[in-house]
Nanobody
Framework: VQLQAYGGGLVQAGDSLRLSCAASGRTFSNLVMGWFRQAPGKEREFVAAFSWNGFSTSYADSVKDRFTISRDNAKNTVYLQMNSLEPEDTGVYYC??????????????????????WGQGTQVTVSS
């Protein structure tokens, strides 16, 4: 599985951005896909994830009601729509895939160890 994340950039607080993650290399009917981010000097943290079958979705508390994860089956692409961006959202955003499970419960979707493929990351910088 290859994951290509793009769409980052420099924006002002309150702006919106949409990140994309194009996936290739296998069929995508049995995957869990997630977005994580890493700020300078901090651990990589969970942002959002969903199971491709649609039965499970999870968001970090810090982005709930502002970010939306979605997919385009025809394009094998996962999106992260980010609205009302804050300076605290600054970081490198990574998409990740769990290729062994068709479903993860929301309680464990945020655990990095569950993901076996990672994209290269795209930088998001939010100025105040």
């Amino acid at each position: 599985v290859q994951l290509q994340a793009y769409g980052g950039g420099l924006v002002q607080a309150g702006d919106s951005l949409r990140l994309s993650c194009a996936a290739s290399g296998r069929t995508f009917s049995n995957l869990v896909m997630g977005w994580f981010r890493q700020a300078p000097g901090k651990e990589r943290e969970f942002v959002a994830a969903f199971s491709w079958n649609g039965f499970s979705t999870s968001y970090a508390d810090s982005v709930k009601d502002r970010f939306t994860i979605s997919r385009d089956n025809a394009k094998n692409t996962v999106y992260l729509q980010m609205n009302s961006l804050e300076p605290e959202d600054t970081g490198v955003y990574y998409c990740a895939a769990n290729t062994e499970k068709a479903y993860l419960s929301p309680q464990v979707m945020g655990i990095k160890a569950w993901y076996d493929y990672w994209g290269q990351g795209t930088q998001v910088t939010v100025s105040s």
